[in-house]
């Protein structure tokens, strides 16, 4: 059977550690306050991102508890007046660890990416991996999607107070990452609610879900607004298109494209878009690179 790119790529968006390895027996882990700092347990006990923390942020409207996980930049100690940008990143099981990686490793030499709280959006607990995603992050409803508005709503009434009332996180300077159906997501949040979020990363957005019903959205919201304010940077794969050997139903190269070209053709005063196409990339491979390109170009070092 011939996967979807969302498909796809959720196989390897959820893809994650078993319990096959564990070891079992009397072997303990050193006490957290033994340890040197960024030091694992040992012991056996499974590998964390030192440093994150993880929340139990449960949906009062849907019943469903989802985890947000959370990274605080290197000078948040040592600052206490300064408030951050956060990046609110889906998939946060497969994105996060990334993200985290590539903020860190891009400041190594000198400052190219302004330091962020990075907060990872994570699946519903006790949900399959697959059905969350395609639930929480469509909003046509086929093949299980549909939830986008519900989850937009959660986010917006739930999620931002939680975060913004425990953390220094500036309230203007939100930014949403997603990719695939993730990205899906942020194209659905900028037409529907645009100022929730400050600026947009659109990696690979399966921009084919519900038979173009994306550009639809657009194309209300387009009738009854003047300005759309927002900097949005959307990244694609060069191999993101139907070719003889590809795994590829979709042409989400020409998608993307269409997509852009359409804002673009809209004139918005407040709106700053680019579009960029990363070669020998396609859709299980691309978001790490898109990831890194897009916090350079939204987020550079002040």
């Excluded at 550009?215 to 959307?234: C, G, I, K, N, S």
Aim: neutral net charge.
């Amino acid at each position: 059977m011939q996967l979807s790119p969302a498909l796809a790529i959720a196989a390897l968006l959820v893809g994650g550690c078993s319990n096959a390895g564990a070891v079992e027996g009397p072997a303990a882990a050193r006490p957290a306050q033994d340890r040197p700092a960024g030091a694992q347990r040992g012991g056996g006990a499974p590998y964390e991102i030192v440093g994150s923390q993880v929340w139990d942020v449960p949906d009062p409207a849907s019943g469903r508890t989802y985890q947000v996980f959370v990274q605080l930049p290197p000078s948040y100690g040592r600052e206490p007046g300064r408030r951050y940008p956060t990046v609110y990143v889906t998939d946060a099981d497969y994105a996060f660890p990334i993200v985290r990686q590539v903020a860190r490793r891009m400041n190594l030499d000198r400052p190219r990416v302004e330091e962020f709280i990075l907060v990872g959006l994570s699946y519903a607990i006790g949900d399959d991996p697959v059905v969350s995603r395609t639930r929480d992050y469509t909003a046509s409803f086929v093949n299980g999607g549909g939830g986008g508005a519900a989850y937009q709503a959660y986010l917006k009434t739930t999620v931002l107070p939680f975060v913004e009332e425990r953390f220094r996180a500036d309230p203007a300077r939100r930014l949403m990452m997603g990719h695939s159906f993730g990205g899906l997501l942020g194209a659905q949040i900028m037409f529907s609610d645009p100022e929730l979020f400050s600026a947009y990363a659109l990696g690979s957005p399966s921009l084919w879900h519900g038979k173009d019903a994306i550009f639809a959205a657009e194309a209300a919201y387009a009738r009854t607004h003047q300005d759309l304010p927002a900097r949005v940077y959307m990244y694609i794969g060069e191999d993101e298109t139907p070719a003889p050997g590809r795994n590829q139903r979709y042409d989400m190269v020409g998608d993307s494209a269409r997509f852009e070209q359409r804002l673009k053709a809209r004139n918005y005063p407040g709106l700053a878009i680019s579009n960029e196409v990363l070669a020998d990339e396609d859709h299980l491979s691309v978001a790490p690179r898109g990831f890194t390109h897009a916090l350079t170009a939204l987020l550079p070092a002040r």
